[in-house]
């Protein structure tokens, strides 16, 4: 037998580059219960770096501006630094700093593009004028120490991630010492924060419109969901608290807290959020919370209303982790499913772990896939929900642990209900499917499919377009399938959406010519999306496109989205979303007339330029469009209506939703039956437009 060649292995890539950090913040390395867990090990796939560090994704820039300077920036390619699995964790080294937030960052992206079946692409840069064209941005840039305050936020209009520091003030000097430097650079939970929220904007970039009490608060539930759930990925954090908890993760434990450090350090008694407890402010003990439906009706400043939502996912999460570790207990307790007193034993904390993360990943894989089933615009907790239960029931046909139950029930004993819908039942929480589709013969005529389960009211000719243009999506979908280069993506995907050009003339149509061109006043695709493709759009407040004599409208984030489920179900979609503004002046309760709004959403002016008149705002619609590959069909049509469904089923002349607009109206306005919130008492309705919300939604 010959020797292996040690050459022959000279070359080959690593799968994955270790890098040492935090699991939670520098605080926990600083008591001895928890010291041996706070230090772990990330891996981080792999990629070529230049210092900084500068990937295929970020690029860490150590710009310091409260001293004016940038710090030496660590070369995570130096061998040394290879050798020992990254630098050793240390509050006061800047080069550490830059591994914390790219290790954490990229941990995150992995988890999403995991999740998602897809690559992660942030939102484009935009000028105020729209004849600028979209800017693809490869990199999100990550500051470590942009500021020297207690805040941390994503920037959409830097594109960048940044990070402050500040001295601490304590409310007990037991907890935290006074006036030590907190960097936020340095929490786990912070970093994987900011970063959901950058990959949220480029999913849904409408989300940071507050148009209503649940937008603001999903962005920031949303963003600590991911933090939280990643907690569980980490094997010696997950035995420790298993053991210290006994098994039960419904007791206080760090799993479920976030940023346990940034929170003490501003004056918190805990950490700055726990989704299952609370620390009391006169007794100074932690306490479960318990849920209460009146929270949901009134509690309206965006973190805390977002905290209902992340308590409501880690309550399914319980409910899963119980069921699903039943039969352990059980065997371990002689069947009475209460462990004897003391330590449990080890074999038992790794088959407890084992099974908690398990769960954990199943749950934080069902609310990542989720946002791509969410109406682009004006989103609520409750369609939230339905999006978890229908991508679930897409990829998963036998639910045999009630994961979609858990939720329901968890959702339903916090009072948030979606709109629309007769029973809270998994079937009646599904969007309703569509099943739109012909299909090609042997000549490549289109043929009706035969669907004894739905009675489309489109009409067949409306059928057959949709059929033509889920044939263009199965073009686009075979040219990118095997694409990896992010920047190829994004520039083709454009080229599909803009159509290609020679000589500033349209050689191939793109979709937003072909939508256009066969929809411009279809009834039936108003119907079907909700937005305004009728006859009588200009008298509504709507634009006219630019280049072709039907309603403007836009086309966001074209994608082709391949997963595969537990039982390797494999689902192929492509998605995307249909946007359209008008421009609505409201009083005592009724629409008193209308405007056209600027080309650039960012303008806030009329089209002619002019100040938007009194009671006059921006409304949208929008509508998000799920077409299956595999059965060549429109699958599901998710919208949030801006023409009045009823007005066009009785044959009207089309009408705007009043419903909608009354109800954004009064809560942008302070004129609804709840408080309105302080960001709108604060900047008025011009933090509908505010280009940088996240800045003042986290200042501490």
Same mark, same amino acid.
């Given at each position: 037998?010959?020797?292996?060649?040690?050459?022959?292995?000279?070359?080959?890539?690593?799968?994955?580059?270790?890098?040492?950090?935090?699991?939670? +913040? %520098?605080?926990?390395?600083?008591?001895?219960?928890?010291?041996?867990?706070?230090?772990?090990?990330?891996k981080?796939?792999?990629?070529?770096?230049?210092?900084?560090?500068?990937?295929?994704?970020?690029? $860490?820039?150590?710009?310091?501006?409260?001293?004016?300077?940038?710090?030496?920036?660590?070369?995570l390619?130096?061998?040394?630094?290879?050798?020992?699995?990254?630098?050793?964790?240390?509050?006061?080294?800047?080069?550490?700093?830059?591994?914390?937030v790219?290790?954490?960052?990229m941990?995150?992206?992995?988890?999403?593009?995991?999740?998602?079946?897809?690559?992660v692409?942030?939102?484009?840069?935009?000028?105020?004028?729209?004849? $600028?064209?979209?800017?693809?941005?490869?990199?999100?840039? @990550?500051?470590?120490?942009?500021?020297?305050?207690?805040?941390?936020?994503?920037?959409?209009?830097?594109?960048?991630?940044?990070?402050?520091?500040?001295?601490?003030?304590p409310?007990?000097e037991?907890?935290?010492?006074?006036?030590?430097?907190?960097?936020?650079?340095?929490?786990?939970?912070?970093?994987?924060?900011?970063?959901?929220?950058?990959?949220?904007?480029? $999913?849904?970039?409408?989300?940071?419109?507050?148009?209503?009490?649940?937008?603001?608060?999903f962005?920031?539930?949303?963003?600590?969901?991911?933090?939280?759930?990643?907690?569980?990925?980490? %094997?010696?954090?997950?035995?420790?608290?298993?053991?210290k908890?006994?098994?039960?993760?419904?007791?206080?434990?760090?799993?479920?807290?976030?940023?346990q450090?940034?929170?003490?350090?501003?004056?918190?008694?805990?950490?700055?959020?726990?989704?299952?407890?609370?620390?009391?402010?006169?007794?100074?003990?932690?306490? %479960?919370?318990?849920?209460?439906?009146?929270?949901?009706?009134?509690?309206?400043?965006?973190?805390?209303?977002?905290?209902?939502?992340?308590?409501?996912?880690?309550?399914?999460?319980?409910?899963?982790?119980?069921? !699903?570790i039943? +039969?352990?207990? !059980?065997?371990?307790?002689?069947?009475?499913?209460?462990? !004897?007193?003391?330590? #449990?034993?080890?074999?038992?904390?790794?088959?407890?772990?084992?099974?908690?993360?398990?769960?954990?990943?199943?749950?934080?894989?069902?609310?990542?896939?989720?946002?791509?089933?969410?109406?682009?615009? +004006?989103?609520?907790?409750?369609?939230?929900?339905?999006?978890?239960?229908?991508?679930?029931?897409?990829?998963?046909?036998?639910?045999?642990?009630?994961? !979609?139950?858990?939720? @329901?029930?968890?959702?339903?004993?916090?009072?948030?209900?979606?709109?629309?819908?007769?029973?809270l039942?998994?079937?009646?929480?599904?969007?309703?499917?569509?099943?739109?589709?012909?299909?090609?013969?042997k000549?490549?005529?289109?043929?009706?499919?035969?669907?004894?389960?739905?009675?489309?009211?489109?009409n067949?000719?409306?059928?057959?377009?949709?059929?033509?243009?889920?044939?263009?999506?199965?073009?686009? *979908?075979?040219?990118?399938?095997?694409?990896?280069?992010?920047?190829?993506?994004?520039?083709?995907?454009?080229?599909?959406?803009?159509?290609?050009?020679?000589? *500033?003339?349209?050689?191939i149509?793109?979709l937003?010519?072909?939508?256009?061109?066969?929809?411009?006043?279809?009834?039936?695709?108003?119907?079907?999306?909700?937005?305004?493709?009728?006859?009588?759009?200009?008298?509504?407040?709507?634009?006219?496109?630019s280049?072709?004599?039907?309603?403007?409208?836009? #086309?966001?984030?074209?994608?082709? $989205?391949?997963?595969?489920?537990?039982?390797?179900?494999?689902?192929?979609?492509?998605?995307?979303s249909l946007?359209?503004?008008?421009?609505?002046?409201?009083?005592?309760?009724e629409?008193?007339?209308?405007?056209?709004?600027?080309?650039?959403a960012?303008?806030n002016?009329?089209e002619?330029?002019?100040? #938007?008149?009194?009671?006059?705002?921006?409304?949208?619609?929008?509508?998000?469009?799920?077409?299956?590959?595999?059965?060549?069909?429109?699958?599901?049509? #998710?919208?949030?209506?801006?023409?009045?469904?009823?007005?066009?089923?009785a044959?009207?002349?089309?009408?705007?939703?009043?419903?909608? @607009?009354?109800?954004?109206?009064?809560?942008?306005?302070?004129?609804?039956?709840?408080?309105?919130?302080?960001?709108?008492?604060?900047?008025?309705?011009?933090?509908?437009?505010?280009?940088?919300?996240?800045?003042?939604l986290?200042?501490?």
């Amino acid at each position: 037998m010959s020797p292996i060649n040690p050459k022959s292995y000279i070359g080959k890539k690593p799968p994955f580059r270790k890098l040492r950090g935090y699991a939670f +913040d %520098p605080s926990l390395s600083l008591k001895l219960d928890t010291v041996a867990i706070n230090n772990i090990v990330y891996k981080v796939a792999w990629e070529t770096l230049e210092p900084g560090p500068v990937g295929e994704y970020v690029e $860490v820039i150590d710009f310091d501006p409260t001293v004016g300077k940038f710090y030496r920036a660590v070369d995570l390619d130096d061998d040394y630094i290879l050798a020992q699995d990254g630098l050793d964790p240390s509050e006061s080294d800047p080069q550490f700093h830059q591994q914390m937030v790219y290790a954490v960052a990229m941990t995150t992206i992995k988890n999403f593009e995991r999740a998602l079946g897809r690559k992660v692409l942030w939102e484009s840069r935009r000028g105020l004028n729209v004849a $600028v064209e979209d800017e693809y941005v490869q990199r999100l840039r @990550i500051y470590p120490h942009a500021m020297r305050e207690a805040n941390a936020y994503y920037s959409p209009v830097k594109k960048s991630l940044l990070f402050g520091y500040f001295a601490s003030t304590p409310a007990d000097e037991t907890l935290h010492m006074p006036n030590s430097v907190v960097f936020t650079a340095l929490s786990h939970d912070i970093i994987a924060h900011e970063i959901t929220h950058a990959i949220l904007d480029g $999913v849904h970039n409408f989300y940071n419109e507050a148009t209503n009490p649940d937008v603001l608060a999903f962005h920031e539930a949303f963003a600590d969901i991911v933090a939280l759930f990643q907690h569980f990925s980490f %094997p010696d954090v997950l035995k420790h608290q298993i053991c210290k908890t006994r098994g039960d993760l419904g007791a206080q434990n760090l799993l479920g807290q976030l940023a346990q450090e940034f929170g003490t350090a501003v004056g918190d008694y805990g950490s700055l959020r726990d989704a299952i407890g609370e620390v009391d402010e006169e007794t100074k003990q932690w306490r %479960p919370k318990e849920p209460n439906p009146e929270d949901y009706r009134t509690e309206m400043e965006p973190h805390a209303r977002g905290s209902i939502l992340v308590a409501a996912v880690f309550e399914a999460f319980l409910s899963i982790y119980k069921s !699903r570790i039943a +039969d352990l207990l !059980r065997i371990a307790s002689n069947g009475t499913g209460i462990l !004897r007193q003391g330590d #449990i034993p080890p074999d038992l904390v790794d088959r407890l772990a084992n099974e908690a993360a398990k769960a954990a990943g199943h749950v934080l894989t069902m609310c990542i896939r989720a946002i791509d089933y969410c109406p682009p615009i +004006d989103i609520t907790f409750g369609d939230y929900l339905r999006a978890i239960i229908t991508a679930d029931m897409d990829i998963v046909a036998d639910d045999n642990r009630d994961y !979609r139950l858990a939720f @329901i029930d968890a959702f339903r004993r916090r009072g948030i209900y979606p709109d629309g819908i007769k029973t809270l039942s998994v079937e009646s929480l599904r969007f309703p499917l569509q099943n739109i589709g012909y299909m090609a013969d042997k000549h490549g005529t289109m043929m009706k499919k035969h669907d004894e389960k739905n009675d489309h009211s489109l009409n067949d000719t409306t059928k057959e377009l949709l059929a033509i243009v889920n044939g263009f999506l199965r073009d686009y *979908g075979d040219e990118i399938k095997y694409v990896n280069d992010r920047r190829k993506i994004y520039y083709k995907t454009r080229e599909y959406i803009t159509g290609l050009y020679e000589e *500033g003339r349209p050689h191939i149509p793109g979709l937003h010519r072909r939508l256009n061109e066969k929809f411009a006043e279809s009834a039936d695709f108003a119907r079907l999306t909700g937005l305004a493709f009728v006859d009588n759009f200009a008298d509504l407040g709507l634009r006219q496109s630019s280049q072709y004599p039907g309603a403007s409208f836009q #086309i966001l984030k074209l994608r082709l $989205v391949t997963r595969v489920g537990p039982n390797g179900t494999q689902v192929n979609n492509v998605i995307f979303s249909l946007t359209q503004r008008s421009g609505v002046i409201y009083k005592d309760g009724e629409i008193t007339g209308y405007f056209r709004p600027n080309a650039s959403a960012l303008a806030n002016t009329t089209e002619s330029g002019d100040p #938007i008149p009194e009671g006059g705002f921006e409304f949208r619609g929008g509508c998000t469009l799920i077409f299956d590959l595999d059965t060549q069909e429109l699958k599901y049509a #998710i919208s949030k209506p801006i023409v009045d469904l009823h007005s066009l089923d009785a044959g009207q002349i089309p009408a705007l939703n009043l419903k909608r @607009i009354r109800a954004q109206y009064m809560y942008q306005n302070g004129e609804a039956d709840f408080c309105i919130n302080d960001y709108f008492q604060f900047f008025g309705n011009g933090f509908h437009h505010m280009t940088e919300p996240f800045a003042f939604l986290h200042q501490h």
